[in-house]
């Protein structure tokens, strides 16, 4: 018996692949519809459409000089080779571009100078040749009141600009609008919660980088310099206080803008805020301060302040609304423009007799009683 079982288990297993072998076929019309992809089907997100080409309905809707993709200028809010600061654009950024530039350096130059004439004093005038019997002096009141008075005169002179200045960053003015700024690894996230707008932004790859999807866009010249353009700016009014409200979800990041005087640390599970007042409208660069990964460098920050009238425009064509003003839902319950034009066609689509039309002074009278009730 136990023969028997052990050849039926054997001669079951040995006819089960070949029964998945001699499976019936589909029909020739069936396997000529799986086999042939539809013309419309649309690929999945992120696929390549054409390889090695940028998506042409994407490309299509980037237009240099529009709202959004504002052609930057050489020289303003992007790093040009200079040694010193960027020109500022707010008025934190004035006043601390100034405070460095004709308070600090000047005063690190006199500094450095005195050091400098001391040192050669000393080298020359107390050397061993010049004075084979040293002298035997210990103390000397007046220098010692020099070399206590001169370093606490220079911190005063240094810590009253430098507290009015903090006092100015931290004390903002009442905002005209919020950002809240996330940082990713390896992009921004930004959102302005008075208008309704949420979106991500990414760093535009060169049209040779290897790594590039055919349906990313490739950077342009007039998107901004290699390394620093996205593909969705921050749009902002010029003119206007903005809050920054900025914060992480997964490590340590730095929301940094050169030409605004912001550099703010971005920690996860932590608000911090910072502001900006941008004084005329431009494309203004930054990127991640904090060294946050592997793509630390690739995850740039581009603002572009322009008019308070092409800002709305922005705001309407990334679906949001005015500040108070919450999104139109269609009314489901109003009436058609097909209908209302055409009474008849809605009630030969109804099943139902044709209501003759009121007349024009009936119509008038009507409308004028709806405006009446409304008071």
């Not at 020739?28 to 696929?47: D, I, K, L, Q, Y």
């Not at 390549?48 to 980037?62: H, I, L, S, W």
């Not at 005063?156 to 903090?166: C, F, H, M, Q």
């Not at 319950?333 to 030969?348: K, L, N």
């Amino acid at each position: 018996m136990r023969l028997i079982g052990w050849a039926i288990a054997l001669a079951a297993a040995g006819l089960t692949p070949a029964a998945a072998a001699t499976a019936p076929a589909p029909s020739s019309t069936t396997s000529t519809t799986a086999a042939a992809p539809s013309v419309n089907a649309t690929p999945p997100a992120g696929t390549a459409q054409n390889p090695g080409q940028p998506d042409a309905a994407q490309a299509a809707t980037v237009v240099p000089g529009t709202v959004g993709h504002a052609i930057p200028t050489p020289g303003i809010g992007q790093p040009d080779g200079r040694k010193g600061l960027q020109t500022q654009f707010t008025p934190i950024g004035e006043e601390a571009a100034n405070f460095h530039d004709y308070w600090l350096l000047p005063l690190c130059a006199i500094i450095s100078i005195i050091v400098l004439v001391l040192l050669v004093t000393a080298l020359i005038r107390f050397r061993r040749g010049a004075n084979p019997i040293p002298s035997r002096n210990s103390h000397n009141t007046t220098i010692e009141v020099i070399w206590t008075l001169v370093p606490v005169l220079i911190l005063v002179a240094i810590a009253i600009p430098s507290i009015r200045l903090l006092r100015h960053v931290y004390t903002p003015p009442p905002a005209d609008l919020t950002v809240k700024v996330t940082g990713h690894q390896w992009y921004w996230s930004y959102e302005l919660p008075d208008y309704g707008v949420t979106f991500d932004s990414y760093m535009l790859k060169e049209a040779s980088d290897p790594t590039r999807q055919a349906n990313q866009r490739a950077r342009t010249n007039a998107d901004g310099p290699p390394l620093l353009a996205v593909d969705n700016r921050l749009v902002l009014p010029a003119g206007k206080v903005v809050k920054f409200i900025v914060t992480a979800d997964d490590v340590i990041h730095s929301f940094a803008v050169p030409a605004f005087w912001i550099k703010q640390d971005a920690n996860p599970g932590q608000l911090h805020e910072t502001w900006a007042y941008i004084r005329s409208p431009g494309v203004y660069f930054g990127q991640c301060s904090e060294l946050c990964g592997a793509r630390h460098g690739f995850m740039p920050i581009v603002v572009e302040a322009t008019t308070p009238a092409r800002f709305a425009q922005w705001v309407a064509e990334k679906g949001g609304h005015a500040p108070g003003a919450a999104p139109t839902a269609p009314d489901s319950t109003a009436i058609s423009p097909v209908s209302e034009a055409s009474p008849a066609a809605a009630a030969a689509a109804s099943g139902g007799a044709t209501a003759p039309a009121p007349a024009p002074a009936q119509n008038n009278q009507n409308v004028a009683n709806r405006a009446t009730q409304s008071k």
